[in-house]
């Protein structure tokens, strides 16, 4: 791989665990089962934040835009929690922090879609970690379509993908929203990798 030297970004914005996910009913939120929370709040309490976030960033990741629709206007956040977690049928999850404007907008519209990044969007990753300049409900200035559903797809990106929300499991301070692949789209690019707080591409 090789770096951009000039980016460094915090795992606290892009980087998220995968927890151990429970089986629930679609769209809600549940507690986890008493020794795994009893485990996870010994785990809180032991492992200071910053150290949890040194290790994190350990682990490279693929970068994302996680977009939603809510009224006339789109949400979007970059992550790097997608994951896939079934084939039959297609499923993903993604963490998103509960008090972010995005997650609300996944959750009252029931849909999500993801954009790929590649290595020519260290930009829109930028933007909608909201480390450059904020972007209008209508995404002005950010080339994009309407997938199927109405969300947003950036344009350029090295894959889509448009998900309706089928789950959603309380994480900590994140949720963790479950979508079914309702149209998977392959692009083209190399990929934008975030390893050690720094984007990365393959050769």
């Given at each position: 791989?090789?770096?951009?030297?000039?980016?460094e970004?915090?795992?606290?914005?892009?980087?998220?665990?995968?927890?151990?996910?429970g089986?629930?009913?679609a769209?809600?939120?549940?507690?986890?089962?008493?020794p795994?929370?009893s485990?996870?709040?010994?785990?809180?309490?032991?492992?200071?934040?910053?150290?949890?976030?040194d290790v994190?960033?350990?682990?490279?990741s693929?970068?994302?835009?996680?977009?939603?629709?809510?009224g006339?206007?789109?949400?979007?956040?970059?992550?790097?929690?997608?994951?896939?977690?079934?084939?039959?049928?297609?499923?993903?999850?993604?963490?998103?922090?509960?008090?972010?404007?995005t997650?609300?907008?996944?959750v009252?519209?029931?849909?999500?879609?993801?954009?790929?990044?590649?290595r020519s969007?260290e930009f829109?990753?930028?933007?909608?970690?909201?480390?450059?300049?904020?972007?209008d409900?209508?995404w002005?200035?950010?080339?994009?379509?309407?997938?199927a559903n109405?969300?947003?797809?950036?344009?350029?990106?090295?894959?889509w993908?448009?998900c309706?929300?089928?789950?959603?499991?309380?994480?900590?301070?994140?949720?963790?929203?479950?979508?079914?692949?309702?149209?998977?789209i392959?692009g083209?690019?190399?990929?934008l990798?975030?390893?050690?707080?720094?984007?990365?591409?393959?050769?």
């Open positions: 791989m090789e770096a951009t030297p000039r980016i970004l915090g795992m606290e914005v892009l980087q998220t665990s995968a927890l151990p996910l089986y629930v009913a769209i809600s939120t549940t507690i986890l089962p008493s795994l929370l485990f996870a709040v010994r785990l809180w309490k032991h492992v200071p934040a910053q150290e949890f976030r994190m960033a350990r682990l490279a693929g970068v994302v835009v996680v977009s939603a629709r809510v006339n206007g789109y949400r979007g956040l970059t992550a790097s929690s997608l994951v896939s977690i079934s084939t039959e049928p297609p499923m993903v999850l993604v963490g998103l922090e509960r008090e972010a404007a997650r609300a907008a996944v009252e519209g029931k849909a999500f879609n993801v954009s790929v990044l590649t969007q829109i990753a930028d933007r909608f970690a909201g480390r450059a300049p904020a972007i409900t209508r002005q200035g950010v080339p994009h379509r309407l997938g109405g969300i947003p797809l950036i344009e350029g990106c090295a894959a993908l448009e309706r929300l089928v789950q959603v499991h309380a994480a900590g301070d994140h949720e963790i929203c479950v979508g079914e692949i309702e149209a998977a392959r083209s690019g190399d990929p990798i975030l390893w050690d707080r720094s984007f990365w591409t393959l050769r």
